[in-house]
């Protein structure tokens, strides 16, 4: 049932060769050079070297769906063909921009790809498409509790040929970067309107149009994921013009429930990189230190913690495949109770499973010495990102119960 293409096996073993030739050997360098850097939210020269190598061995937006394949060299993947891609980048935390798969931006390109028009996919999803630019996109707010997308208070109005914005926004994923340009910005259009739901409204904002200010970098457990970064950002009588909505006026929410669903499943899928990646780490230290006369590896209660990480990162690799497969054949609607189930499981089982392997390693685990603090920061604000567990919780309680309620 979860068998992938005969393509999608191919461009995994070109995937790994190329992990294995150009991003493991350079993650010191990586670091470095960002550690050294003038500014850190700027592409480093490691970053641009490698996005090029990718284009050329035919290594870019493997995100794409097939209903979109025009958009991609490779005609389009599948959930469940893409899922053991997004696994293997997973396992370093800059790897997925290389290749044009990261967050935000592979989300935004979604969005452009199935509601902007022609013209806006010209000025916006080309250049994304091509790498040339980010994006970010603009939804929560610090006033309110945005795990209830319909409490978002920007204000929206029009005034002549233009649109205003004011408000206040927070934790914006690439709003940092220099290469940053366009935001999707969430806010509410219509607040009186009956229907809570149709009260939103998403609309195309440069960057550098005037009253848009970046107030500054949020940090995650003191990591300032530069040079992607989270940003806090104020709209200030931002005025653009009445063209720059997406797919109409009071359709914000539609888009969001859209754009959330595929970007919470690419967070699994790299995930399941991350801990698989903690786990190999843990058994290779346990064969190489040494306590109480014998390796940790012959200590019993290490090996209980390998089998259980083992077992762990097993099932949930098999639910966001099944998940995966559910998608690719029955749909989005159709699969939300397992897209919840894989969201408030998946991220949780990871940080459980790094945090074992950060123990295993002593003090270094803590350092950056490894991944895995920084996965572990990773895997803990997705229990966050695109919704808190207890939202989807929530929903999934509902939903399920709603199933089985008539026995």
């Not at 019993?300 to 077992?311: F, G, K, L, W």
Request: include cysteine.
């Amino acid at each position: 049932m979860f068998e992938q293409s005969d393509h999608a096996k191919q461009l995994q073993r070109r995937l790994c060769d190329f992990m294995d030739q150009h991003i493991y050997p350079n993650e010191v360098v990586y670091r470095e050079q960002l550690q050294n850097a003038k500014h850190r939210f700027a592409t480093l020269p490691l970053m641009a070297q490698l996005r090029e190598q990718a284009k050329q061995e035919g290594l870019w937006n493997l995100f794409v769906p097939p209903n979109h394949a025009e958009y991609s060299q490779h005609g389009g993947l599948s959930f469940s063909d893409y899922a053991p891609l997004a696994e293997v980048m997973g396992r370093v935390m800059w790897a997925a921009e290389v290749f044009n798969c990261n967050a935000p931006d592979t989300g935004n390109m979604e969005v452009l790809m199935n509601f902007a028009t022609p013209a806006q996919k010209q000025q916006w999803l080309v250049p994304l498409l091509n790498g040339e630019i980010h994006s970010s996109y603009a939804m929560t707010e610090p006033q309110v509790a945005s795990s209830d997308a319909t409490n978002i208070e920007l204000a929206i109005t029009k005034d002549g040929e233009h649109w205003l914005l004011n408000g206040r926004k927070w934790f914006i994923t690439g709003a940092m970067h220099d290469d940053c340009r366009i935001f999707i910005v969430m806010g509410k259009s219509a607040p009186e309107h009956a229907d809570r739901h149709l009260q939103q409204t998403q609309i195309l904002v440069p960057k550098d149009t005037p009253g848009v200010t970046i107030i500054r970098p949020l940090t995650t457990f003191g990591y300032d994921d530069a040079p992607i970064g989270h940003a806090e950002v104020v709209f200030n009588n931002v005025r653009v013009p009445l063209e720059n909505v997406l797919l109409g006026e009071g359709r914000g929410f539609e888009i969001a429930q859209s754009r959330l669903a595929p970007g919470r499943m690419h967070h699994c899928m790299r995930l399941i990189g991350a801990g698989q990646r903690a786990l190999e780490l843990a058994c290779q230290r346990a064969t190489q230190r040494t306590t109480f006369g014998r390796p940790l590896a012959k200590h019993q209660s290490v090996r209980e913690d390998i089998s259980r990480m083992y077992a762990e990162i097993e099932m949930a690799r098999l639910l966001v495949l099944k998940t995966c497969w559910s998608i690719d054949t029955r749909g989005i609607e159709a699969s939300l109770k397992l897209i919840a189930a894989s969201k408030t499981s998946v991220p949780l089982m990871v940080q459980n499973i790094i945090d074992r392997c950060i123990q295993l390693h002593g003090a270094g685990g803590l350092t950056d010495d490894y991944c895995m603090a920084e996965a572990f920061n990773y895997a803990r604000y997705c229990r966050i990102a695109d919704g808190p567990d207890q939202v989807h919780q929530m929903a999934l309680g509902k939903r399920v119960i709603e199933h089985y309620q008539a026995g």
